[in-house]
C-alpha cells in the first residue's frame, strides 16, 4: 500500500480531498495532516474581524472531506521533514512514513522578525490562532477603550485596521505602522492616496515608520518613538514555516508513483474558481458547505 501524505489543510488540498473523494486513488493510502480542525478562509478574516461574518461563515470543516475522501486525518503539526528517508517528523515525537508528499502548510510569520514580537505581538498567522485571540481582544475592548497598534501597511495590514475601528468604535485607538512609506507600497499612488484617505476619515493614525520593538505597553519605533499600545497586531510578510524553511537535504523527485497520473485541471474553457466558503452553500450548516464546492482536479 503506497503512503500520500497530505501535509496541511490548505486550499489545495481541500481540491484533492474532493477529488479523491469521486475518483478515489487505488492502492493508495492517504493521510491528511493538519494543526487545526477546519481551514480558515484568509480573505473573509477582516470582515470577520468586522463582525460581517461569523467564523463558521469563513471556515470549511476538515473532518468530514476527509471522511469523504476516505483520508485518516491527523490533528498536529509537522516539525522535520526528511526526503532522504521519506519521512515527517510530527510536533508529538511521531514519524510518518511517505511514498508521495503534498505541502499545503500555509505561511507563517517570523516571530523573531520584531524585538518583543514574540512575548508581546498577536500574529495574524496562523490565521486560526489569530481568530481566537481576537475573540478575547473584543470582549476586553467591550468593557475598555484600547490602543491597538497594527504592524504592517500591506493590503491586509490597511484591511485589519479599518475593520479593527468598525468593529472596536470609536472608544478605542488605532494606528498603523507602515513600514517606511505609504500604506500599500506595492499598489500605484492614486491607490495609496484613496488608502490614505479611507484611514483618514476613520481617524486610524498612520505612522509611515519601521517598528523597532515591541513591549508590554509601548510600539518602539524606528525613529525612536514610543507609541501607548495595549494590542500589537503583526500583518508581516509571510515567510515558509520551519519544517519548510531550510530543510537539511536537498528536494529529489524520487521515484514517480502513481506512473503517469498527474492533478491536472479539467480542460474548459474557464479555469475553476477556488474552494473558499463564499463559493459553498452555507444554508445547511459547515458540513454540507464541504460538500457543494467549486469543481476539483483531478488526478489523471
Known sequence: MKQLLLLGGGHAHLQVLRALATEPLPGAEVTLVTPYPRLTYSGMVPGFVAGHYTLD???VPLAPM????????????????????????????????????SLDTGATIDREAIAG??????FVRPIEAFTALWERMRELAESRALCVVVVGGGAAGVELAL?????????????????????????PPAVQER?????????????EDVCAEITAEHVVLGRGTRVA????????????P????????RWTSGASWPPARRCRAPRTRRSSPPVTPQRCSMRRGPE????????????R
Do not use: F
Not at 168 to 183: A, C, K, Q
Not at 229 to 240: D, I, S, Y
Not at 242 to 249: D, H, K
Open 57 to 59: 461563515q469563513c471556515s
Open 66 to 101: 476527509a471522511e469523504r475522501a476516505g483520508a485518516r486525518l491527523l490533528q498536529a503539526a509537522a516539525s522535520a521533514i526528511d526526503t532522504a528517508s521519506r519521512t515527517v517528523t510530527l510536533a508529538d515525537g511521531r514519524t510518518l512514513p511517505y511514498d508521495v508528499l
Open 117 to 122: 514580537a514574540r512575548e508581546h505581538g498577536l
Open 163 to 187: 475593520a479593527m475601528h468598525h468593529r472596536l468604535g470609536e472608544r478605542s485607538r488605532i494606528s498603523l505602522v507602515t513600514g517606511g512609506g505609504p500604506p500599500v507600497p506595492s499598489h
Open 195 to 207: 488608502v490614505i484617505r479611507a484611514l483618514k476619515r476613520r481617524n486610524v493614525t498612520i505612522l
Open 229 to 240: 499600545c495595549e494590542a500589537a497586531v503583526l500583518a508581516l510578510p509571510a515567510v515558509a
Open 242 to 249: 520551519a519544517c519548510c524553511a531550510t530543510p537539511a537535504r
Open 288 to 299: 454540507a458547505a464541504s460538500t457543494r464546492c467549486a469543481p476539483a482536479r483531478r488526478w
